[in-house]
């Protein structure tokens, strides 16, 4: 599904890492983990095609148009955007072809899906950070996508949330969708990721979760 | 009197949106650096073609958009940020329109290319307004729902269409072509006045989208028609009665707006 072939990539002309080699079947569900700066986003958007990578390449065996949705950080987003939460979550059914009672339907199971039922009208500047992030993957939810790239799904989210977040990751692997995910959170990569890639400037380990990470990770690994 | 009012109010309507998303977009500025940007071209129509609409449309367009592609190309290739590439580029356009109008002689007024005379917008001038108009809302209806994905989130349009770019160049064209038939109107720099005001006042009345845009379009209308009335009883100039009153309406917005308005803030903000 994912082949990385000597990949370098940074934002600025500096190659972060020494070239990524890297191959993830269909149906795998990655963690990528790493610290700040690293190169964690960027390396999530150039396997998007959101971003060029420096050099080598990435082959995607879905096409980058409708077969990826990318989850961005939400700090991204102007909060006072004049829209409402379910015309951002709306758009997530860009393309698609189903009919418009169809697509209610879908909707409104999603926000039920993601608890935003009650939320529909509220305009985002009215939204905290939590809703918005659920918000975000609703959206995503909606897309249909075979590949989901997702960057940093838990920020902002509550315990109930981030329950909320891992049922749905593992829903989604369970239906047979790739995932890679971007995530600090490394007692709950160990729990649920099976496979890891470490991120760091003097080279990247790809590996299991349970060998990559150490059993109580402590505030100073990540 | 009545063709500039007609087509004041039919340019009101189509800069309205126009104005909104540029706002959001935080490209406020672009609309400036266009204005400016259009006077060294719209001398240089006058220079060789005299006093005729195409020419100085042509030379408008070529240079208002000459001006956002070169602000937009040195942001990008030197990391300058954009307020400041723009900034820099308005002197150099309006010192280089001054100067070819001075060289062509004086035969066209400076103050009507700056300040426009809308008492003298003639047929054809009026027929231009009516169409851009038209076409510009229909392309600006067309191109609403990628514009608005783009204008949120970019990376997330990439990733299921690919009519983010397409969009964003038919916005800025929109943009100069509007600037560009109005300035013939109210003038090169009173127009970005009718294009901002009423954008910037709207968001002090809405929290959507659509009666942003409405609520835009209504105040320009408004401007055009008080500011035309008020410079047809008291005999003042056209272009600055209009945007006057397009900014008394903001100020009023500011004030009494119950969006973040001065005196409607909700009390959770106040307490800061």
């Known amino acids: 599904m994912i082949h990385c072939q000597a990949l370098r990539w940074g934002p600025s002309g500096q190659p972060l890492t020494p070239s990524l080699y890297l191959e993830r079947p269909r149906g795998s569900l990655t963690a990528i983990i790493g610290a700040n700066g690293s190169g964690k986003s960027s390396l999530l958007k150039v396997i998007g095609g959101l971003q060029k990578p420096l050099s080598g390449t990435v082959t995607l065996d879905v096409p980058r148009r409708g077969g990826v949705s990318f989850l961005p950080q939400q700090q991204h987003l102007d909060r006072q955007f004049p829209i409402s939460l379910q015309e951002l979550v709306v758009a997530g059914a860009w393309g698609d072809r189903h009919s418009p009672a169809m697509r209610n339907e879908r909707l409104r199971t999603v926000l039920e899906d993601w608890a935003l039922g009650g939320l529909e009208q509220r305009p985002l500047m009215a939204l905290s950070g939590g809703e918005l992030q659920r918000a975000l993957l609703a959206r995503l939810s909606l897309t249909d996508a075979p590949l989901l790239l997702l960057d940093e799904p838990h920020a902002a989210l509550d315990e109930q949330g981030q329950a909320l977040l891992w049922k749905h990751i593992q829903a ?10 971007v995530c600090h959170d490394l007692a709950a990569v160990r729990r649920y990721v099976s496979h890891t890639l470490v991120v760091n400037p003097s080279g990247c380990t790809f590996g299991r979760s349970h060998d990559l990470i150490a059993q109580q990770p402590c505030a100073g690994v990540a | ?25 935080r490209m406020s500025l672009i609309g400036d650096a266009v204005a400016h940007g259009i006077l060294p071209g719209a001398a240089l129509g006058f220079w060789f073609a005299g006093l005729s609409l195409p020419a100085l449309t042509v030379g408008g367009l070529g240079a208002g958009l000459g001006m956002a592609g070169l602000a937009a190309w040195v942001t990008r290739r030197t990391g300058l940020r954009e307020d400041a590439s723009l900034a820099a ?23 009507h290319l700056l300040f426009g005379s809308a008492l003298a917008v003639d047929a054809p001038t009026l027929t231009g307004m009516l169409w851009v108009s038209g076409a510009s809302l229909i392309a600006m209806a067309m191109i609403y729902r990628p514009l608005l ?10 990733t299921v269409s690919r009519l983010g770019p397409l969009a964003h160049g038919v916005f800025l ?18 127009v970005v006045g009718l294009m901002m005001l009423p954008a910037a006042a709207s968001r002090f009345w809405s929290r959507r989208l659509p009666t ?4 835009a379009a209504l ?10 009335l008020l410079s047809f009883y008291f005999s003042l100039p056209s272009g600055p009665a209009i945007v006057l009153v397009a900014g008394g309406l903001y100020l009023l917005s500011v004030i009494f707006g119950p969006v ?5 803030r909700p009390p959770l903000l106040t307490s800061s």
């Open chain 1, 172 to 181: 989604w692997h369970a239906e047979g969708k790739t995932l890679v995910v």
């Open chain 2, 1 to 25: 009197m009545r063709r500039a009012l007609l087509g004041g109010l039919v340019l009101a309507c189509s800069t309205a949106p126009l104005g909104v998303f540029l706002i959001l977009r």
């Open chain 2, 89 to 111: 580029i308005y002197p150099i356009s309006l010192a280089a329109g001054v100067l070819i109008l001075g060289v062509a002689g004086k035969r066209l007024d400076l103050l």
């Open chain 2, 149 to 158: 994905l783009d204008t949120l989130d970019p990376l997330f349009l990439q």
């Open chain 2, 173 to 190: 064209t929109l943009v100069v072509l509007n600037l560009v038939i109005g300035f013939q109107a109210i003038g090169a720099l009173m």
């Open chain 2, 212 to 215: 942003l845009i409405i609520i």
């Open chain 2, 219 to 228: 105040l320009g209308c408004l401007s055009v028609w008080l500011g035309l």
């Open chain 2, 260 to 264: 973040h308005g001065l005196l409607r």
